[in-house]
């Protein structure tokens, strides 16, 4: 079985800030996927990173990073700098071994001017 | 246009009625889901499909079914409509050579009153 915790609901902030998004997963399977999608308020589903097991290296992505820490099975998603289009429902999600995608229940970002 | 599309956008319907949500792709992937977005709840798949013969349940299948009428096209039909059926639906699909990534639809929103 596969589970994935978002443990934060709703996370507000004021535009410039930095804000981390959590993202705790649980698999037996030593290869799996992690994704973070993003749904803005016009509701379509955009693919944000992928990042297989055997590479725990951080990716940064111009104001976009992924922190992916096997020891905590955690795969958490900071935006730095935030601006107001950044809020959105962001999705992490996990697929290990011949399983479908499991999603978490998502994080609603509200970033204010 | 988009790789995944997904007929109606929006439809509102009584209960009882039977209702049917299409899609088709031209990204020439042979896996195809159907997930149903709730607020709160996330992403939770109804149905999957592999190839052309084969189609699975998914978490939450009871109340709808499906079928595969081709590689590109994927239906999903409520045989019965509830209101508790009300929610945003995702069709997606995915590359069976790749780490499993999907490739979303646009949603159909879907109210039955």
């Known amino acids: 079985a596969q589970k994935v915790t978002q443990a934060q609901t709703e996370i507000s902030v004021v535009e410039k800030e930095d804000v981390t998004l959590d993202c705790v997963y649980e698999?037996?399977?030593?290869?799996?996927?992690l994704f973070w999608y993003k749904q803005p308020p016009s509701g379509e589903l955009v693919f944000l990173i992928r990042r297989n097991s055997f590479d725990e290296q951080n990716e940064i992505s111009g104001r976009y990073s992924w922190n992916f820490q096997k020891s905590t099975s955690s795969f958490n998603f900071t935006i730095t700098a935030s601006q107001v289009v950044d809020s959105a429902v962001y999705f992490c999600?996990?697929?290990?071994?011949?399983?479908?995608?499991?999603f978490g229940k998502g994080t609603m970002l509200l970033v204010s001017p | 246009d988009a790789d995944v599309t997904q007929t109606p956008r929006n439809r509102i319907t009584k209960t009882g009625k039977r209702i049917m949500l299409e899609c088709s792709q031209t990204k020439g992937h042979d896996r195809m889901y159907w997930y149903r977005q709730d607020p709160g709840l996330g992403l939770r798949l109804i149905y999957y499909s592999f190839d052309v013969k084969d189609i699975n349940k998914g978490e939450i299948s009871d109340g709808y079914s499906v079928s595969r009428q081709a590689q590109a096209k994927f239906s999903l039909s409520l045989e019965s409509a509830i209101p508790n059926q009300t929610a945003l639906y995702f069709c997606?699909?995915?590359?069976?050579?790749?780490?499993?990534?999907?490739?979303f639809g646009e949603g159909s929103r879907l109210t039955v009153l």
């Open positions: 698999t037996r399977d030593t290869t799996y996927y």
């Open positions: 997606a699909t995915s590359d069976p050579r790749g780490p499993g990534e999907l490739f």
């Open positions: 999600a996990l697929r290990s071994g011949y399983s479908t995608l499991t």
